[in-house]
């Protein structure tokens, strides 16, 4: 067994291992080892998925429209937000691209704070879970750059003048090929070096010291999820806004 195994991996391994390597099985994968397959960040993540399903579930049967909820109030306000700061970054018809930032950004800070939990740790310290994040994001902004603008969307990637073509499309690409490792990396190593000195800083002292660096984890978690949606905001913007 790993030895940094979380309590509620350990179940998982103990009573769902054989799912997860038929899951494996499937894609042609094999466990490092079949009695243990799960793994901490893949638990944390799906525990974080199951939370969120309840939360929307709890908001969808008690909302309404006179007399809204603390939770539903929460809710809208991030969507007010988060529709707000999509518009000042300059994209048209925001609403339409608020459901994936709301998304991004929920899944995001819940995973980033799960660390505070005790017993539990951040599914986002694991660069792999960052990485699959950034990869939906690419694929994201470039679909809509297609739907937007359409075969034209690839102009962008000449330059804004065709003699400098050759020089700007690998320019262009490396650029646009480098965003996703970018949020990978930014992501992954805030919240990995953020936990670690808050479980550095809750082994050492007690009470009032690890209240403030709880605090702090709690200011760096939503940071973070800002940051990697307003990035993504700012890689829409750019694919999908049409030239003059």
Not at 11 to 22: E, I, M, T, V
Not at 201 to 208: A, E, I, K, M, R
């Amino acid at each position: 067994m790993h030895e940094h195994e979380l309590w509620l991996t350990a179940l998982f391994n103990q009573y769902l291992a054989g799912l997860a390597n038929s899951i494996l099985a499937i894609f042609g994968m094999k466990a490092e080892n079949p009695a243990h397959p799960w793994q901490n960040w893949i638990v944390m993540e799906l525990l974080v998925f199951l939370v969120l399903i309840v939360l929307v579930a709890m908001v969808r049967s008690s909302f309404s429209v006179d007399k809204p909820g603390k939770l539903q109030h929460l809710f809208e306000t991030v969507y007010t937000f988060l529709k707000t700061t999509a518009g000042e970054v300059g994209i048209h018809d925001e609403a339409k691209y608020v459901n994936y930032f709301g998304t991004v950004f929920v899944f995001i800070l819940f995973m980033n704070l799960l660390g505070i939990i005790p017993t539990f740790e951040s599914p986002t310290m694991n660069a792999a879970v960052p990485a699959g994040l950034a990869i939906c994001t690419f694929a994201y902004f470039n679909g809509t750059g297609f739907r937007a603008n359409g075969v034209g969307y690839l102009k962008h990637f000449v330059g804004p003048v065709v003699l400098l073509a050759p020089l700007m499309i690998p320019i262009e690409l490396m650029g646009t090929l480098a965003r996703p490792l970018s949020l990978t990396i930014r992501l992954y190593a805030n919240m990995f070096a953020g936990e670690q000195v808050t479980l550095a800083f809750l082994g050492l002292t007690y009470l009032v010291i690890p209240v403030i660096f709880m605090a702090l984890h709690v200011f760096v978690s939503l940071l973070q999820a800002y940051i990697f949606t307003l990035l993504t905001m700012i890689y829409v913007s750019g694919a999908t806004a049409h030239e003059h």
